[in-house]
């Protein structure tokens, strides 16, 4: 009895002992979970933290409010546009700073952003009536004073460091003084093309551009994804081929994007000879990397529909099309449409292939249309960060505000999309 009872208790102990190992690893694993989770955070809220800082100074500009008198002798009536706008200016900025000499006008005048004479034109030009009066316009401030304004540069520091000299700082503090500049919301940055001049430059035509291309991409992509899905999984024979093309579109969708760029690359520009830079290209190279991602959603969506659907239908004389098309197409359809969404709003992040056919090209205005010259906000924040100009570091940043909003938008409509249109069996 006694040997039974040490027995006893010794396997009582060992289960004890394996009960409290499988505790511990059951809360090491719930840890490594928490742990991972909250770095994944915390990296998240770095980048977030990290974007934001850099670029809320983007949405807004220093503008200053300057009285450009329009003398009949500098503008003629009968051809406004062929005006002398160089003196307009110098005029203006002479009259805005008390006491400046003339020798000084030329440097003072940098105070404004380099195309502050075709604006004046452009605003005579579109009412010729204030010729012989004064135009007051608020024009944005040269980057320099621009960074000034915001901070970004000390005004503190010794002369030979900073691109003011005190002079200069004068002048502006002149107009600061009589509640000439303004620092108002830069709608500049969203509605103005792209520009060398970082106070002027805006995302306009990468926004665009990135329209047109997501348009040609979804009109490709949706309907040739989702009838490729549904031969391969209502109709396509079970054997070798379509194991081969089912496991050739699976290893598709995770080629590098930049495998993509080359093909459109080699395809559409140098066999077709379509138009570089063009968002009908970029269309095309981001429908070849989202098609896979499309058909491998569509697919699981059409799974995830009961057979007793396709029975019921097929029980009541329905033909396989109209089994496909009148009941399982639409029950599959929201989680379609989310794939779909996705996919896009991936496509829309994409910056190796559109670099790669050319849509990283300076252009100074949005697109008319797929076939002309244009950006896309993923080339366009990559423009930007390659560029010198202290200005255009915010404006990098804010680029990327404004593209993750765009995919944040996109992914809200997939969520509100899969939570309206869902069914449950």
């Given at each position: 009895?006694?040997?039974?009872a040490?027995?006893?208790?010794?396997?009582?102990?060992?289960?004890?002992?394996?009960r409290?190992?499988?505790?511990?690893?059951?809360?090491?694993?719930r840890?490594?979970?928490?742990?991972?989770?909250s770095?994944?955070?915390?990296?998240?809220?770095?980048?977030?933290?990290?974007?934001?800082?850099?670029?809320?100074?983007?949405?807004?500009?220093?503008?200053?409010?300057?009285?450009?008198?329009?003398?009949?002798?500098?503008?003629?009536?009968?051809?406004?546009?062929?005006?002398?706008?160089?003196?307009?200016?110098?005029?203006?900025?002479e009259?805005?700073?008390?006491?400046?000499?003339?020798?000084?006008?030329r440097?003072?005048?940098?105070?404004?952003?380099?195309n502050?004479?075709?604006?004046v034109?452009?605003?005579?030009?579109?009412?010729?009536?204030?010729?012989?009066k004064?135009?007051?316009?608020?024009?944005?401030?040269?980057?320099?004073?621009?960074?000034?304004?915001?901070?970004?540069v000390?005004?503190?520091?010794?002369?030979?460091?900073?691109?003011?000299?005190?002079?200069?700082?004068?002048w502006?503090?002149a107009?600061?003084?009589?509640?000439r500049?303004?620092?108002?919301f830069?709608?500049?940055?969203?509605?103005?093309?792209?520009?060398?001049?970082?106070?002027?430059?805006?995302?306009?035509?990468?926004?665009?551009?990135?329209?047109?291309?997501?348009?040609?991409?979804?009109?490709?992509?949706?309907?040739?994804?989702?009838?490729?899905?549904?031969?391969?999984?209502?109709?396509?024979?079970?054997?070798r081929?379509?194991?081969?093309?089912?496991?050739?579109?699976?290893?598709?969708?995770?080629?590098?994007?930049?495998?993509?760029?080359?093909l459109?690359?080699?395809?559409?520009?140098?066999?077709?000879?379509?138009?570089?830079?063009?968002?009908l290209?970029?269309g095309?190279?981001?429908?070849?990397?989202?098609?896979?991602?499309?058909?491998?959603?569509?697919?699981a969506?059409?799974?995830?529909?009961?057979?007793?659907?396709?029975?019921?239908?097929?029980?009541?004389?329905?033909?396989?099309?109209?089994?496909?098309?009148?009941?399982?197409?639409?029950?599959?359809?929201?989680?379609?449409?989310?794939?779909?969404i996705?996919?896009?709003?991936?496509?829309?992040?994409?910056t190796?292939?559109?670099?790669?056919?050319?849509?990283?090209?300076?252009?100074?205005?949005?697109p008319?249309?797929?076939?002309?010259?244009?950006?896309a906000?993923?080339?366009?924040?990559?423009?930007w960060?390659?560029?010198p100009?202290?200005?255009?570091?915010?404006?990098t940043?804010?680029?990327?505000?404004?593209?993750?909003?765009?995919?944040?938008?996109?992914?809200a409509?997939?969520?509100?999309?899969?939570?309206?249109?869902?069914?449950?069996?």
């Amino acid at each position: 009895m006694t040997d039974m009872a040490a027995t006893l208790q010794a396997q009582k102990t060992a289960a004890e002992a394996m009960r409290k190992r499988r505790y511990a690893a059951d809360a090491r694993l719930r840890w490594y979970g928490r742990i991972a989770i909250s770095v994944a955070i915390l990296l998240l809220l770095t980048l977030l933290v990290t974007i934001s800082a850099g670029g809320y100074k983007a949405f807004i500009q220093t503008h200053a409010t300057i009285d450009f008198p329009i003398s009949e002798e500098l503008v003629d009536r009968a051809d406004p546009a062929k005006g002398d706008w160089r003196a307009v200016v110098r005029n203006g900025i002479e009259a805005a700073i008390p006491g400046i000499a003339a020798s000084e006008l030329r440097k003072a005048q940098q105070i404004l952003t380099n195309n502050t004479q075709f604006f004046v034109r452009d605003a005579v030009v579109a009412d010729p009536s204030v010729i012989g009066k004064t135009l007051t316009m608020r024009v944005p401030v040269s980057d320099p004073y621009d960074q000034m304004q915001k901070g970004v540069v000390s005004r503190h520091l010794p002369e030979e460091r900073r691109r003011l000299t005190d002079r200069e700082i004068e002048w502006f503090d002149a107009l600061a003084s009589q509640g000439r500049i303004s620092t108002p919301f830069n709608w500049g940055l969203l509605f103005n093309a792209d520009s060398r001049f970082p106070e002027i430059a805006g995302l306009s035509g990468a926004i665009v551009g990135s329209f047109y291309a997501l348009m040609v991409c979804f009109l490709i992509s949706f309907p040739v994804g989702i009838a490729a899905a549904v031969y391969l999984e209502e109709f396509a024979p079970k054997n070798r081929i379509t194991d081969i093309i089912e496991v050739n579109i699976n290893n598709l969708a995770a080629v590098p994007s930049i495998v993509f760029g080359l093909l459109g690359l080699a395809v559409f520009l140098q066999m077709f000879g379509l138009p570089r830079s063009a968002p009908l290209v970029g269309g095309m190279v981001l429908s070849l990397m989202t098609l896979p991602t499309i058909i491998i959603v569509t697919r699981a969506a059409l799974k995830s529909v009961p057979p007793s659907i396709r029975e019921a239908a097929a029980g009541i004389g329905a033909s396989p099309h109209q089994v496909i098309l009148h009941h399982v197409l639409p029950l599959a359809l929201p989680g379609i449409l989310t794939g779909t969404i996705i996919g896009l709003a991936q496509a829309l992040g994409e910056t190796a292939p559109l670099l790669l056919i050319g849509m990283n090209a300076f252009i100074t205005s949005p697109p008319g249309g797929v076939m002309e010259a244009s950006t896309a906000l993923p080339t366009q924040i990559f423009i930007w960060a390659d560029s010198p100009e202290r200005g255009f570091v915010a404006r990098t940043s804010a680029g990327i505000m404004v593209l993750l909003g765009f995919l944040l938008v996109m992914n809200a409509i997939a969520i509100f999309l899969r939570q309206r249109l869902e069914r449950r069996w």
